[in-house]
């Protein structure tokens, strides 16, 4: 199990290990019972003390969850034993503090919405391609990288050369796809196709869809980003930027560790450190993505669910206004 190390004074520089665990899980498996893995799933967490999100769909399940090293191996224990699910495809790192506010777990109809009904990871996939080997993938002149995710978080980080399709959702991909097919694979040989996302799920439905489509060589990296900059070093890495992630970590580096950025919580987006000094950032009111997008009367609902928030805080007392959703629980995106 990965779980993080910081160094510490009071240790005389020794290394100890984060508190928390955090879980990013996927795997696609049919369901046909919704209500009997959600219930007892539900049930562990909340007595595991463990916060997040979990979606459980007649396709698989999919989230991102957090809680002590013990807990989240007993409820991956749990995981593991629900039907097709011994493989179960998992991401650890590790928090100083829970990430999350609460936990949920939902039945939705896509474990992650792409829109495409006939799509079957099951069935047909791309060519999983091991961190260790993806540089040199995507330095191959003959290969088109293409990043899955939405535009915030491309414009946190990326792979060097990727294309970014400029998507809000993913439910936009295969849209993008369709209109920019013949721009992308030209005339003669098709290229190879190599596509990625935070920790691989995404890219088991757009893989899916591509092959569909009639694209023949196509590739994804196992286990996403987030793998990759848990086994590549940053020598040798040809990733640029941090990782965006659906919690309160915001970002990640290599190794895992937590990066620079700070959330907007009116609009869920990241924020850099050059973004934060702006006069449009003012925190839990707006910033500089989305000040324009709101109005002044939202901004002072904002100002004051935010001064709501820091008296409960003060009081030690979890405020409603903080249970926001959003792209918290697009959990279901990350792992992925």
């Known amino acids: 199990m990965h779980t993080g190390r910081v160094e510490t004074e009071a240790s005389g520089g020794a290394v100890k290990p984060l508190p928390l665990s955090v879980a990013a899980l996927y795997q696609f498996t049919p369901f ?3 209500d009997s893995v959600r219930t007892p799933l539900l049930r562990l967490c909340e007595e595991q003390g463990i916060k997040g999100t979990l979606l459980v769909a007649h396709e698989g399940i999919n989230g991102t969850v957090a ?71 995507i330095s191959d002149p003959d290969t088109i990288v293409i990043d899955t995710r939405n535009d915030y978080e491309v414009a946190v980080g990326t792979f060097e050369g990727a294309i970014d399709p400029g998507t809000r959702t993913f439910r936009e991909f295969p849209e993008w796809f369709r209109a920019e097919r013949e ?28 092959k569909q489509e009639g694209v023949e060589d196509v590739f994804h990296l196992k286990g996403g980003i987030l793998k990759y900059l848990e086994t590549v070093s940053p020598q040798e890495s040809m990733w640029q930027g941090e990782c965006f992630v659906f919690d309160q970590r915001v970002t990640i580096g290599h190794g895992l560790v937590e990066g620079t950025h700070l959330l907007c919580h009116a609009c869920r987006r990241p924020v850099s450190a050059a973004e934060s000094r702006s006069d ?15 109005t002044d009367e939202q901004r002072a609902s904002y100002r004051e669910r935010h001064r709501q928030e820091e008296l409960a805080a003060a009081r030690g007392q979890a405020h409603v206004g903080a249970v926001r959703t959003g792209k918290e629980d697009a959990a279901a995106d990350r792992p992925q």
């Open 67 to 137: 809680g002590s090293h013990e807990a989240i191996a007993r409820l991956l224990e749990h995981i593991r034993a629900l039907p097709g699910c011994s493989e179960l495809d998992v991401k650890l790192s590790s928090a100083e503090t829970m990430p999350f506010h609460r936990m949920k777990v939902r039945i939705k109809r896509e474990i992650v919405t792409m829109g495409e009904p006939d799509i079957d990871p099951l069935a047909i996939v791309g060519t999983y391609v091991e961190p260790q080997d993806w540089n040199a993938l």
């Open 183 to 210: 721009r992308l694979l030209g005339e003669g040989k098709p290229p190879k196709v190599a596509m990625f996302c935070t920790g691989g799920i995404r890219c088991e439905k757009s893989t899916a869809f591509l």
């Open 32 to 34: 046909a019972d919704c």
């Open 280 to 294: 449009r950032y003012e925190p839990g009111v707006s910033c500089p993505a989305c000040h324009d997008e709101r």
